[in-house]
């Protein structure tokens, strides 16, 4: 039987995760959303042929999964408004908001409730996002199997057995996005630099980030053996290479994760 996904809060994330579920073909008069505003609403109800409502309790009545889709200011009081009826109904959390402990809503919801907590990233938005995702332990095996079909509708889902290592998840994946588009405009100015025209420069910079990408995904190699066939030895692409490793590179993305994880625990 199809499961009944709520969704509280209809903005970016939400609107990419049910937007991906329906054209997975999952069915859209399974999903409902709720917001703020009503015009959202009805954009949305015609658009995808969703359910809506503006009012959270009415929207978790029926539901077997409810994702908490609002920003983490307001969940607090979105929790504490849904507490009586999630204690009735018994549905499987999910929330996608950063920095907000399973043990944190749990007890805003009125305790004893299956949790996952997913730390998903911006490429979300255009279906190619990456998401770590934690489960307390009252979610059960088929739980997990669901929110892993739902989360998957976005791209990328990777469990984690320890809460804590969403932090590490964070600094990777959820953070992530940023140092590549810091890359591509490091890469593009360094272009310039070398004489070539801006747009030009742009151009060829994000299409050899998303070829690299792309190769890297769909190689049977991993990317340092990709790496190694393209650097010959004593060519262009071993003096650039040399250049960064001798650099330190690799203590910079050390660096930088672990401030980025540092921050992550910071905010919990
Ligand atoms: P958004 O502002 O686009 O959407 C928030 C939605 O919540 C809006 O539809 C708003 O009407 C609704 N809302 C506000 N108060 C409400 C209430 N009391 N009841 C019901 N609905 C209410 O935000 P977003 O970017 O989609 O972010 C949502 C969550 O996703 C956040 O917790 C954020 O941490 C997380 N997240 C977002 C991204 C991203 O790329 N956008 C990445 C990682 C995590």
């Known amino acids: 039987m199809t499961s009944q996904v ?3 809060g209809a903005g970016n994330m ?3 995760i049910f937007g991906g579920m329906i054209e997975g073909g999952y069915p859209a008069e399974a999903i409902t959303a709720t ?3 009503t015009q959202t609403l009805d954009a949305l109800a015609s658009r ?3 359910q809506t409502t503006s009012d959270n309790n009415v929207a978790v009545e029926h539901a077997d999964v409810v994702v908490l889709a609002v920003k983490p200011q307001v969940m607090r009081e979105v929790c504490h408004e849904l507490r009586d009826s999630v204690q009735r109904q ?3 959390i999910v929330s996608v908001a950063a920095g907000l402990g399973a043990e944190t809503l749990d007890t805003w919801l009125g305790g004893d409730m299956a949790v996952i907590r997913c730390m998903p990233n911006t490429p ?5 996002g990456a998401s770590g995702l934690y489960a307390n332990a009252r979610v059960s095996e088929e739980q997990k199997q669901l929110a892993t079909s739902l989360l998957e509708a976005v791209g990328l889902v990777e469990w984690v057995a320890d809460e804590t290592l969403l932090e590490a998840v964070t600094a990777v994946s959820g953070s992530g996005p940023a140092y590549f588009f810091l890359i591509m405009e ?3 100015d360094a272009g310039k630099k070398l004489g070539l025209p801006a747009d030009s420069a742009r151009r060829l910079a994000l299409q050899t980030a998303y070829g690299a990408a792309s190769m890297a995904r769909e190689s049977e190699f991993e990317p340092a053996e990709l790496r190694r066939r393209v650097t010959s030895p004593n060519g262009t692409t071993e003096r650039a290479i040399n250049s960064f490793e001798d650099d330190g590179l690799r203590r910079l993305f050390e660096n930088a994760t672990q401030a ?8 919990a």
């Open 186 to 188: 490091a890469l593009e």
């Open 35 to 37: 917001a703020r505003d």
């Open 90 to 92: 018994r549905p499987l």
């Open 6 to 8: 709520t969704f509280i």
């Open 260 to 267: 980025c994880a540092t921050r992550a625990r910071e905010l």
């Open 48 to 50: 995808y042929g969703i």
């Open 124 to 128: 979300s938005l255009v279906g190619q």
């Open 14 to 16: 939400a609107s990419a």
